[in-house]
T-cell receptor, first 115, second 114 residues
Framework: GAVVSQHPSWVICKSGTSVKIECRSL??????MFWYRQFPKQSLMLMAT?????????EQGVEKDKFLINHASLTLSTLTVTSAHPEDSSFYIC???????????FGPGTRLTVL | KQEVTQIPAALSVPEGENLVLNCSFT??????LQWFRQDPGKGLTSLLL?????REQTSGRLNASLDKSSGRSTLYIAASQPGDSATYLC?????????????FGQGTILTVHP
């Protein structure tokens, strides 16, 4: 149990376009999901906390108008990178919090490359 | 602001050796601590979760300890195998108003050679 999926697993896009990444909890409900980004050979940095039915909370330095987060149901959160630029190229990972034990389960990640 | 440090940054050991990975954190007011494994280009796999009230957790060849007062955790891997090669991350789960947010260390890259 406690499986989290992400789609797509990788995406290449042109500079200026928008890209949507989905994060799904497959066998449990997640009122809270988290979005992280990871640069090569670096650790994960929390971007935002996504709460079902309410606005996301962004970490300092993360542009909320550039990284749009929607958490429309208890099993799905989406991250849209708007007007992507090459510096947005990164590995984006989501996690879903299983409330009963406050444990986070992570998706497999999405590799975004902006040309 | 919570800071998490992992030592060593990289470790190479022969198969069969027992090893210890270290994690330290600056703010002892934590809710729990998790150890993860990450394979190259992949997501994170949760290994062990220790609640702030616990001293240790065990799963198979893995044992994690927590000393909250001194801000330290260790991950002990017994009888290491080449399949254990990966990056190991510890993450601290804050409490209070930052409940649920994880702060990660930089990771320890482990290589177990046959």
């Amino acid at each position: 149990g406690a499986v989290v999926s992400q789609h797509p697993s990788w995406v290449i896009c042109k500079s200026g376009t928008s890209v949507k990444i989905e994060c799904r909890s497959l066998d449990f409900q997640a009122t809270t999901m988290f979005w992280y980004r990871q640069f090569p050979k670096q650790s994960l940095m929390l971007m935002a906390t996504s709460n079902e039915g309410s606005k996301a909370t962004y970490e300092q330095g993360v542009e909320k108008d550039k990284f749009l987060i929607n958490h429309a149901s208890l099993t799905l959160s989406t991250l849209t990178v708007t007007s992507a630029h090459p510096e947005d190229s990164s590995f984006y990972i989501c996690s879903a919090r299983r409330v009963q034990v406050n444990e986070q389960f992570f998706g497999p990640g999405t590799r975004l490359t902006v040309l | 602001k919570q800071e998490v440090t992992q030592i060593p940054a990289a470790l190479s050991v022969p198969e069969g050796e027992n090893l210890v990975l270290n994690c330290s954190f600056t703010d002892s007011a934590i809710y729990n601590l998790q150890w993860f494994r990450q394979d190259p280009g992949k997501g994170l796999t949760s290994l062990l979760l220790i609640q702030s009230s616990q001293r240790e957790q065990t799963s198979g060849r893995l044992n994690a300890s927590l000393d909250k007062s001194s801000g330290r955790s260790t991950l002990y891997i017994a009888a290491s195998q080449p399949g254990d090669s990966a990056t190991y991350l510890c993450a601290v789960n804050a409490g209070g108003t930052s409940y649920g947010k994880l702060t990660f260390g930089q990771g320890t890259i482990l290589t177990v050679h046959p």
